[in-house]
C-alpha cells in the first residue's frame, strides 16, 4: 500500500498526513508541479493554505499539474481523501459536491470535535461502523459546508453524506451537521476535520487512524 | 557641529552622538549614512541603555549550544538535536495597527528561528492589553489575536500557549511578544557571520518596498503620542505565504550546505543585517541597492537600506554554490538575487549601480554607539495609581472566588487560543490549559520518548509592586510551570518590557529586575539563551507596569508520563494537597486589584531553596508517574487554582481547611494570597503519602463531586457549572 500525499506551495499539514498514512503503509510527497503520481494506490490533499489562500480558499490549487493527474486519477475510481484545505480545494476541483463557506463566527476555530461515521462504505471508512463517533480535531476558518437543499436530499440518498458533527458539535454552521462527503462514486472523499491530527492517543485521539487504515484495508483486499 | 537642520535629530540621535558620527567617517555622513547610523545607534539595535545590565545576566549552562548574538540561542536536548528559541517584542507597531502588528512579530521571530537553521516547531505568545472595559482594549486584543492566528496558522507552525494580562497602565502601550522555538541537527545549527572575501551577497525572499521605513527609529524607540494614525504607514505588512516558502527554501539550503551563512532582515532591514553579518565575520560587505528587486519603482537608495519589508533573508554564497541555490530557491518559487560581495574592506559600502551612495566602517556602525549607563533612582512612593475597584471588600468566599475566575486576568483563555492552531506538526501532547506548561514530543525526530516542555511568564503588576522580587517570581514561576509537566529547565529567553529609561524610576525598575532575574538564574542554575529588550513604552499617562517577560524550556524524558499529568483533578476519591511552603499575601494579588487596593512598594521575600525543593519534588513524582495532576499556583491564590483542577477535570472537590469554627478573616491569605512556591497536587492518597515522606505538605481534600466545597459547605459550596459560567467570561471579548 502506498499513499500519496500532494505537497501545494504553502501546504501545512502534509508532513502529518505522512505520518498518519505510515502508520498503515508507505507514503510519499507528490509536488504540486508534477503530473505523475508514481503508482500510489491512494491520493491524499493534506490540509494547509494552498498557494497561501488569498483569492478564495483551494481556487489556485486546482490548476496545478499534480490535479490534473489527480482528476485523472480519481475518474478512474482511484481513491482520494482531501482533508480541510485538501476538501475545499476538491470541491473547488468539482470532484465533490457543494463548497465550503466562512464559520459563521468567522473566526479561525482549533478545537476537539465528535464526528460521527454516516457511510462506512467509502474507501476511508470502510474500517469504521455506522454511526461510530470519532474524536478528531478541527482548524480552519472556512468550513462551513454548504450545498442546497435538492442537492443535499439527492446526496443523502446516494450516501454522499460521509460524516457528520455529532449532536451539539457542529462547530462552523455546516448545513445539517454535515462535515465530510463523497462523490457520487464514492471513491473521493473529503471532510473538514483532521483525522492525520488524530493518529496518536499522546497527542489526543488515535480516532482518525481508522480512515487510513480503511483505505490501507481496501488495498490490500 | 549642530545645524539649523539638525535632521539627525528627527532621526533619533543627539547632537554629541552625531558629532561622534562625523568624527569616525572623518566627515559629514550624507543623507543615506545618516539613515542608517540613526537605525543602527537606535535603542532597538545598538541597545544603548541596557547593553551594560545584561552582562549581569548568567549566559552559560551545560546544556547551552548557542548563546546571546546569534540570531536565536540554542539548548541541547539530547540525541544530537538542538532547540533554538527567542522571544521579542512587536509592541509599538501593534499599538499602531494590532494586527499586522502582531502577525509581522511572529513572522520575525520565526525568520529568526530559521535564520540559525532550525524549523519552527512553536509560538508563544504574551500580551498585555488596558482594562478590557475599554474598547480600544478589545480592539488592540481582538487585533493582535487574530494577527498572531493568522501568521501561525497559516504558516504551519502551532501556537502552544502564551499568556495575557489586562491592566489599566497598558492602555496606551499595549505589549506583543511572541516566542518561537524550532528544532535542529546541532551540527545544522548556522551562525550568521559573514565569511569568504569575494562570496555572494543574496537577499532572498520578498521584493522591498516603502513598509517600515524608519520603523527602528520612529517607531520603536520613541514614546508614543495621540499621532499614531500618522505612523500607520510604516508598520510592516505580513504575507505568511511568502515566509513559508522561504523557510522551505533556506531549511533546504542550509540542509544541503549550500549557504556559508544566513540572517534574517528584521528591525532596520538590510543596513543592519549586512553590518551584523559584515561585523561578526570581521570583514566588509558591498551591497548594490540597484540590484535589489522592488515593490514600487522609485525607491531612494536610502529608502531600500532601511526598508522593512517582510519575508526577506541574506545568505553569503559562495560562487561555485550559486547555481545550486538559485535552483532551489525557483523550486520553491523564491527570488533569489544576488545583490553584493564580501570584501576585505570593514567597511559597509553602498552602492546604485556604479555610483557609490554610502561608505561607513563595519565598527563604527556595529560596535560604536555610545552606551549610556543608568541613573536609577527609587522612587519614595508607589508611582502607579491604585487599580479601579471593581469588587466591594466582603468575606463571601464564594462571591469572592467567582468574582477572580471571571476576573479578566484569570478567566479561561479558550476564546483565545481556539483561535491558534496548536496541532500541526503532530507534537503537541499538551495542548493550551491542559497543563502549566506546553508539552512538544520529539518522536517524530528521534523516535524516542522524549519531549520538551516551554512556559512563557512576566506578571507586571507585581513587578510594579517589586521590581526584583516581582522578576524573581516570574523566572520561578516559569520553572515551576515546567517541574508541573516533569521537565527540567535547560535555558531562558527573555523581552525586557519598560518605560523610558532616562527617566531615573524607570532605571531603577529595569536595573533591580535584572538583578532579580540574574539571582534567579544563578539559584537555577539556567542560563539566558538570548532576547530581546523593549523601552519607551509610556506615554502621557505615564509608562507600563515593568514586565520583564520570561520563555523557559524544558526537557521531559517521558512524554508519555507528562500526558498523563495535567491539570485537571481525574479521579474521585483521589487526595488533594498542597506541596511547598508559599508565603502567600494579598498585596498585590489579583483580589487586591479587583477591591481597588494601592499597589504596595514590596513583596515578600521568597526562599530559594524551600521554592526549589517544591518544584524538584514535584518534577520527579510526575517523572515516576504518581500524580494525577499537578497545578502551580498563582494569580488568585490557592482556591482558584484549586477551582481551575475542578474545571480542567470535570470534576468538584471536598476542601477541610481545618475546624469548624476556623476564623475566615485570618484564612484569606492562604485563600486568595499570592506567591511563588505552591503547588496544587492530586492522586491516590498512597502516592501523596509518599510524596509528603519526601516534602512537607498539607492535605485538606478530596476529589469528588459536582461542587467546590468546604467544610459543611456553610461557607463555600459552588456547583462546577456556576464555576464554569465565571471563568468562561473572556467569551465576551470577542463578540
Redesign the interface.
Known amino acids: 500500500m502506498k499513499f500519496g500525499v500532494v505537497r501545494f506551495?504553502?501546504?501545512?499539514?502534509e508532513?502529518?498526513a505522512v505520518?498518519a498514512c505510515e502508520q498503515q503503509g508507505d507514503a510519499e510527497i507528490l509536488w504540486h508541479g508534477d503530473r505523475d503520481l508514481r503508482g500510489v494506490d491512494a491520493v491524499v490533499i493534506p490540509g494547509?493554505?494552498s498557494?497561501?489562500?488569498?483569492l478564495r480558499v483551494g481556487a489556485i490549487a486546482q490548476f496545478s499539474p499534480v490535479m490534473e493527474a489527480v482528476a485523472e486519477f480519481a475518474r478512474d475510481g482511484g481513491p482520494v481523501l482531501g482533508i480541510c484545505n485538501g476538501f475545499q480545494v476538491l470541491c473547488e476541483a468539482g470532484l465533490l459536491p457543494g463548497a465550503l463557506l466562512p464559520n459563521t463566527e468567522l473566526?479561525?476555530?482549533?478545537?476537539q470535535v465528535d464526528v460521527q461515521v454516516v457511510n462506512p462504505d467509502t474507501p476511508f471508512t470502510r474500517a469504521c461502523a455506522v454511526g461510530q463517533t470519532l474524536s478528531i480535531?478541527v482548524?480552519h476558518t472556512t468550513g462551513r459546508y454548504y450545498a442546497p437543499d435538492e442537492t443535499l436530499a439527492e446526496m443523502e440518498d446516494a450516501g454522499q453524506v460521509v460524516f457528520r458533527y455529532a449532536e451539539s458539535w457542529n462547530p462552523n454552521g455546516s448545513v445539517r451537521d454535515v462535515a465530510g462527503v463523497c462523490n457520487r462514486d464514492r471513491n473521493v472523499v473529503g471532510l473538514m476535520p483532521?483525522p492525520?491530527?488524530a493518529v496518536?492517543p499522546?497527542?489526543?485521539s488515535a480516532d482518525g487512524a481508522c480512515l487510513f487504515a480503511s483505505a490501507a484495508r481496501m488495498v490490500a483486499a | 557641529m549642530t545645524t539649523e537642520a539638525a535632521v539627525w535629530r528627527d532621526l533619533g540621535l543627539t547632537d554629541s552622538e552625531y558629532d561622534l558620527i562625523c568624527a569616525k567617517l572623518d566627515r559629514a555622513p550624507n543623507g543615506l549614512e545618516l539613515a542608517v547610523f540613526s537605525l543602527m545607534w537606535s535603542e532597538h539595535c545598538a541597545y544603548k541603555h541596557s547593553k551594560k545590565l545584561l552582562g549581569r545576566l548568567p549566559v552559560e549552562g551545560p546544556h547551552l549550544l548557542m548563546g546571546p548574538g546569534e540570531n536565536a540561542g540554542a539548548v541541547d536536548v539530547g540525541d544530537g538535536l538542538a532547540i533554538a528559541f527567542k522571544v521579542e517584542s512587536h509592541n509599538h507597531p501593534s499599538a499602531v495597527e494590532p494586527f499586522q502588528g502582531a502577525a509581522t512579530g511572529v513572522g520575525g521571530i520565526m525568520r529568526d528561528i530559521f535564520a540559525v537553521g532550525a524549523r519552527p516547531i512553536a509560538v508563544l505568545d504574551s500580551l498585555r492589553f488596558g482594562e478590557l472595559d475599554s474598547s480600544r482594549s478589545r480592539y488592540l486584543l481582538d487585533g493582535a489575536v487574530?494577527g498572531i492566528?493568522?501568521y501561525g496558522?497559516?504558516?504551519?507552525v502551532a501556537t502552544v500557549g502564551g499568556e495575557v494580562y489586562f491592566e489599566g497602565p497598558y492602555e496606551q502601550n499595549c505589549l506583543v511578544n511572541a516566542m518561537c522555538l524550532g528544532i535542529a541537527p546541532q551540527e545544522r545549527l548556522t551562525r550568521s557571520a559573514a565569511a569568504g572575501v569575494g562570496n555572494h551577497l543574496v537577499l532572498m525572499g520578498a521584493r522591498t518596498g516603502r513598509d517600515g521605513i524608519g520603523g527602528a527609529s520612529v517607531l520603536a524607540s520613541a514614546e508614543l503620542d495621540s499621532e499614531d494614525a500618522d505612523k500607520r504607514p510604516t508598520v510592516q505588512i505580513g504575507?505568511?505565504?511568502?515566509e513559508?516558502?522561504v523557510m522551505e527554501a533556506c531549511l533546504e539550503l542550509l540542509d544541503r550546505e549550500l549557504l556559508a551563512s544566513l540572517q534574517d532582515l528584521g528591525a532596520a532591514g538590510l543596513s543592519s543585517s549586512s553590518s551584523e553579518m559584515a561585523s561578526k565575520g570581521e570583514v566588509g560587505l558591498d551591497v548594490d541597492v540597484s540590484k535589489v528587486p522592488l515593490r514600487e519603482p522609485d525607491l531612494e537608495p536610502f529608502e531600500i537600506m532601511v526598508s522593512e519589508s517582510q519575508e526577506r533573508m541574506l545568505a553569503v554564497v559562495e560562487p561555485a554554490q550559486l547555481a545550486a541555490v538559485e535552483a532551489v530557491c525557483e523550486r520553491?518559487?523564491v527570488r533569489c538575487t544576488v545583490i553584493g560581495s564580501v570584501t576585505d574592506s570593514r567597511h559597509l559600502r553602498v552602492y546604485d549601480g556604479d555610483e557609490l551612495v554610502g561608505d561607513m566602517p563595519v565598527e563604527a556602525l556595529v560596535d560604536d554607539c555610545p552606551l549610556y549607563g543608568l541613573a536609577p533612582e527609587q522612587p519614595a512612593e508607589q508611582i502607579y495609581p491604585a487599580p479601579r475597584r471593581t469588587l466591594a471588600p466582603s468575606d463571601d468566599v464564594a462571591e469572592n472566588l467567582l468574582a477572580l475566575l471571571g476576573s479578566s486576568n484569570i478567566a479561561s483563555r479558550r476564546p483565545l487560543?481556539?483561535?491558534?492552531?496548536?496541532?500541526?506538526?503532530?507534537?503537541?501532547?499538551r495542548?493550551p490549559e491542559a497543563a502549566d506548561a506546553a508539552v512538544l514530543?520529539l518522536?517524530?525526530d528521534t523516535g524516542g520518548s522524549s519531549a520538551i516542555a516551554v512556559s512563557i511568564d512576566g506578571n507586571g503588576r507585581r513587578v510594579a509592586c517589586d521590581p526584583y522580587w516581582g522578576t524573581v517570581e516570574a523566572v520561578l514561576e516559569c520553572a515551576s510551570n515546567l517541574a508541573c509537566v516533569g521537565a527540567e529547565p535547560l535555558g531562558l529567553t527573555n523581552c525586557l518590557n519598560f518605560g523610558n529609561p532616562e527617566k531615573p524610576h524607570i532605571a531603577w525598575q529595569l536595573s533591580r529586575s535584572v538583578d532579580g532575574m540574574a539571582d534567579a538564574l544563578n539559584e537555577l542554575g539556567v542560563p539566558v539563551v538570548g532576547g530581546n529588550v523593549s523601552l519607551y513604552n509610556q506615554s502621557g499617562d505615564g509608562p507600563i507596569y515593568p514586565t520583564p517577560v520570561v520563555g523557559m524550556v524544558g526537557l521531559v524524558p517521558d512524554?508519555?508520563r507528562a500526558?498523563a499529568v495535567g491539570i485537571g483533578f481525574r479521579e474521585e476519591g483521589h487526595t488533594i494537597a498542597m506541596v511547598g511552603t508559599p508565603q502567600p499575601s494579598l498585596a498585590g494579588s489579583e483580589l487586591a486589584k479587583l477591591r481597588g487596593e494601592p499597589l504596595p512598594t514590596s513583596l515578600p521575600d521568597i526562599d530559594f531553596a524551600a521554592v526549589e525543593r517544591a518544584q524538584d519534588a514535584v518534577r520527579d513524582a510526575v517523572r515516576a508517574g504518581d500524580l494525577a495532576s499537578a497545578h502551580d499556583i498563582a494569580e488568585g491564590g490557592l482556591l482558584v487554582a484549586i477551582a481551575e483542577c475542578c474545571l480542567a477535570g470535570d470534576i468538584g472537590a471536598r476542601l477541610d481547611f481545618g475546624s469548624a469554627d476556623v476564623d475566615w478573616a485570618a484564612l484569606e491569605p492562604y485563600m486568595f494570597g499570592e506567591g511563588v512556591g505552591g503547588f496544587v497536587v492530586a492522586g491516590p492518597p498512597e502516592a501523596i503519602g509518599s510524596l509528603a515522606e519526601r516534602i512537607p505538605l498539607d492535605r485538606f481534600g478530596i476529589v469528588g463531586g459536582d461542587s467546590l466545597r468546604v467544610g459543611d459547605g456553610a461557607r463555600l459550596d459552588v456547583p462546577l457549572a456556576e464555576l464554569r459560567g465565571a471563568h468562561g467570561r473572556l467569551g465576551g471579548a470577542?463578540s
Open positions: 506551495p504553502g501546504s501545512c499539514d508532513v502529518d505520518l494547509g493554505f498557494y497561501g489562500d488569498y473566526r479561525f476555530l482549533c478545537r480535531p482548524k483532521h492525520e491530527h496518536d499522546l497527542t489526543g | 487574530s492566528g493568522h496558522n497559516s504558516i504551519g504575507d505568511p505565504f511568502e513559508k516558502k520553491w518559487e487560543f481556539e483561535q491558534y492552531d496548536s496541532l500541526v506538526q503532530s507534537r503537541t501532547v495542548r514530543q518522536r517524530h512524554a508519555a500526558a470577542f
